[in-house]
């Protein structure tokens, strides 16, 4: 068995040189999220315009696939509508990865996702406040 | 000494590992089953199936038998009594069992001592407990290599101290703590002793006698037997002493309206049908074991380990750093460690290989199965200084090659995540 195969190209890219990693000051939301089972962190903070995500960093502590995926869902939902970053579903997230995973290892590729879309959910409970 | 190739005959699964190149390096986590194991719960199911305690027809005797005779073959195994077994789910029940009844013997203001390298199941139980009444716990702060003995226990006493509670052998680090002397002292001063025997029933000579403890836990699935029995050692007067956990069939002598009295022990903890064919299985895996010799598993263990220590030395990779003590004599064939990076462009995020990551590599590269996270052991993980570390546990059936692999999947990690 090939080493390569283990993790792709792109797996490996995103974790030697994340996207958009690090922190935003006075982030329109911001969010902690851990997977209880391995102890992987993520703190996401994003900044909404005009109902778009304008911009998205993060600080991960975790292994490949884990900071990978964040890497690779902040490259994908920066500049997107919330409305549209609102449809995407756990499966999507996964396809863009190109992996096939454990249920275990799944946990690590979606909880950048879960900490986005909470954040979301958040962010439009406070714009309905608001109205 | 074993012979490791007859021992692989005997476990089914082994034809499996050796056909797909299967290491399997989590034997802390559960064991594999021998053949006679298995069949031994298909026999029951086969011939003697039926509830126990009840019937007083053949088929009925014959599982109550089985039941009983399963109780008093584990009890000689770690040379306790019969009534000295109460069968329950595994250690993590037999010690919420253990700390459910202690802390009712307990006044407010009581002490309970642990150490830093305990098990969830021996930590959580005292905490949900000790909320019935103002206990405190205090923890012995051992370092990663300390192996727990009287001395730092006895510094950590004080005269509120009313349980101490230990493992004999941590699941994390390996470490076999010295417990010869303890029970002796804490009875002196009056104080309840309670081991955790998970990793230390399985894997060395156990004598309850000798090590003098009020109760001590310990499961099936980690040596050999099935999932879903264990066992909680009591001495008679601490069992008689502690009230009933669970209410039900089976724990009563009689019922009324208004009140209920217990049966005798053990019975009295073993409320509704029991785990029959755990009972079974798990009393066949004891044989098992005493026809292998616990010396002789000890001291596999021990080469084993000693192998471990040797080819790390030999070996001399920068980027590995194990945990522990290094003396094989204190510790059992559990090799903990994590992979870093050590000057390599450190990254904003960690500059360790994760866990998860040498896990998954492992098995992909070189089909060795091992555990990464916490272990169940989060005070230790934290004192460590990580988050989470990779884990080989080794057993009867795994000899020096599987220690060869393992290394081998290390050295291939290292190329594919360090030296790129």
């Known amino acids: 068995m090939s080493d390569d195969i283990i993790y792709s190209a792109i797996i490996d890219e995103h974790y030697q040189e994340p996207r958009n990693f690090g922190k935003i000051e006075n982030p329109d939301e911001q969010i902690m999220e851990t997977n209880p089972t391995c102890g992987d962190t993520i703190a996401m903070y994003v900044r909404i315009n005009d109902g778009r995500v304008s911009d998205i960093k993060y600080v991960a502590k975790g292994c490949l696939i884990s900071v990978a995926a964040a890497s690779i869902l902040s ?6 509508r919330i409305e549209e970053i609102e449809t995407m579903n756990k499966k999507d997230v996964l396809g863009n990865l190109g992996l096939e995973l454990g249920p275990a290892r799944e946990k690590c590729a979606l909880l950048s996702y879960d900490a986005l879309m909470k954040m979301i959910r958040d962010y439009k409970g406070k714009s309905e406040d608001r109205t | 000494m074993i012979d490791v190739e007859k021992i692989r005959e005997d476990f089914p699964i082994y034809k499996r590992f050796l056909r797909e190149g299967i290491i399997y390096l989590d034997n802390a986590a559960t064991t594999q089953k021998p053949i ?7 026999d029951y199911y086969e011939n003697h199936n039926s509830n126990v305690h009840r019937g007083v027809y053949r088929v009925g005797e014959e599982a109550t038998d089985l039941y ?23 250690a993590t029940e037999g010690l919420n069992l253990a700390a459910s009844g202690l802390v009712s013997l307990l006044n407010d203001g009581d002490e309970i001592l642990l150490s830093r390298m305990e098990h969830h199941s021996n930590i959580v139980p005292w905490q949900i407990q000790s909320t019935r009444k103002n206990i405190r716990l205090k923890f012995i702060e051992n370092g990663p290599d300390e192996q727990i003995s009287w001395k730092l226990i006895e510094e950590n006493l004080t005269e509120k101290t009313k349980v101490v509670s230990l493992t004999a052998c941590s699941n994390i680090l390996g470490t076999i703590n010295d417990l010869s002397d303890v029970g002796r002292h804490l009875h002196n001063l009056g104080i309840f002793f309670v081991v955790d025997g998970a990793q230390s029933v399985p894997h060395m000579d156990v004598n309850v006698n000798r090590l003098q403890c009020d109760l001590m836990a310990f499961s099936g699935h980690k040596m050999l037997g099935p999932a879903g029995i264990g066992c909680l050692y009591g001495t008679e007067e601490i069992l008689d002493r502690m009230p009933p956990y669970m209410g039900g069939g089976e724990m009563i002598k009689e019922v009324f309206e208004d009140h209920f009295t217990t049966a005798d022990i053990p019975e009295k903890f073993e409320a509704g049908t029991p785990n029959i064919e755990g009972a079974i299985g798990m009393s066949a895996a004891v044989n098992y074991l005493k026809n292998i010799g616990m010396d002789n598993v000890r001291e596999h263990e021990h080469d084993t380990i000693s192998y471990i220590f040797k080819r790390e030395d030999e070996l001399n990779m920068k980027e590995l750093v194990s945990y522990g003590p290094r003396n094989p004599d204190i510790k059992s064939a559990i090799f903990t460690f994590n992979i870093k990076k050590k000057g390599v462009n450190e990254r904003p995020y960690g500059n360790e290989v994760h866990p998860h990551d040498i896990s998954h590599m492992a098995d992909r590269m070189e089909g060795v199965e091992l555990r990464s996270g916490h272990h169940c052991a989060m005070p230790m993980t934290v004192s460590l200084g990580v988050y989470a570390t990779a884990r080989a546990s080794f057993y009867i059936y795994n000899d020096h090659k599987d220690v060869d692999h393992l290394f081998n999947s290390i050295e291939r990690i290292i190329r594919r995540m360090i030296v790129k």
């Open chain 1, 75 to 80: 490259e994908n939902v920066e500049g997107k």
């Open chain 2, 36 to 42: 006679s194991v298995i069949n031994a719960i298909v």
């Open chain 2, 68 to 90: 009983n005779g399963s109780r008093e073959n584990i009890a000689n195994f770690i040379k306790a009594k019969p009534e000295n077994i109460v069968f329950v789910r595994n």
